[in-house]
């Protein structure tokens, strides 16, 4: 568990981004969306609103770290968090600020990828 948290920690910090400017897939890195990262990773425990998206098209870690990073910098979003083997992504966000279909917008403009709305748990 702790391992667990240390291996995310890693991912998430820019200064510790494995692929040093080229992920293993072979995009860039996009340094400037890393750095924009500042929204909590602990989405549980975070406030507002929840929504878990269905992520197509990432193939590594670095593609989590893409999506998370596009995610965060969206106005509005408390935290967010990315498994790249799952395509799941887990949203934290204030629904005054934003929404669903703004999540989905932000992970589509990085061209590579292609969110949905996973299917509502009742
Ligand atoms: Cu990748």
New binding site residues.
Partial sequence: MLRTFAVLALLVSPSAFACGGK?????SCDMAAHADATAADDVAAAAGEKVTLNVSG???????S?VTAALKAVDGVNAAKVD?ATGVASIAFDAAKTDADALIAAVAELGKFQAKKAEEQS
């Avoid at 992920?23 to 995009?27: E, I, L, Q, V, W």
């Fill in positions: 992920a293993p897939c072979g995009s990432m193939t590594c870690g670095s593609c989590a893409r790249h």
